[in-house]
């Protein structure tokens, strides 16, 4: 008799998948960005080959994917907004964009979550983004995205 095959359970805590969700749409935006693709292109090419497999072998905590859908799909529908958000929280007066479209991309995610995720706590999700800061970047850039995000949580919640 065959075993029929069970899906793979999703591993991680709730608060390590909601991390692990971030961390994905960060990159997710990131790519749309610099690829001028959509975002229904991006999503359903991460959940077939990116979120919840193995890097370089390890296995990896698997990200809440509908958190992840909709921090992509909400960043893609009010980029404009979110990056006036941005500018002004930056105080780049007419500047629309940080020169480093990563750095971008991690303050877009947090900017849309702060403005629309309501049910989460601000400084859960400001937390969350300055460790997916400190993931790519060693240097001062966590201590502007905090600045530009508790701009933003001041000026939405």
Do not use: W
Not at 1 to 15: A, L, R, T, W
Not at 79 to 87: P, R, S, Y
Not at 128 to 157: C, I, W
């Amino acid at each position: 008799m065959n075993e029929s095959v069970q899906p793979k359970k999703p591993q991680g805590s709730k608060i390590a998948r909601a991390s692990a969700a971030r961390l994905a749409a960060a990159q997710a935006v990131y790519q749309i960005i610099t690829n001028e693709q959509s975002a229904d292109a991006v999503v359903n090419e991460y959940r077939l080959y990116r979120l919840g497999k193995p890097v370089d072998d390890v296995e990896m905590v698997t990200p809440d994917g509908v958190l992840f859908e909709m921090i992509v799909k909400g960043v893609y529908e009010r980029l404009n907004l979110l990056e006036d958000m941005i500018a002004d929280a930056a105080g780049k007066g007419g500047k629309k964009k940080p020169a480093e479209p990563l750095l971008l991309s991690i303050m877009l995610c947090g900017a849309f979550e702060l403005l629309a995720n309501l049910d989460v706590d601000a400084p859960v999700i400001v937390a969350d983004y300055l460790n997916v800061t400190h993931a790519f970047y060693e240097q001062g850039e966590a201590k502007f995205v905090n600045g530009v995000l508790d701009a933003v949580k001041f000026a939405v919640r």
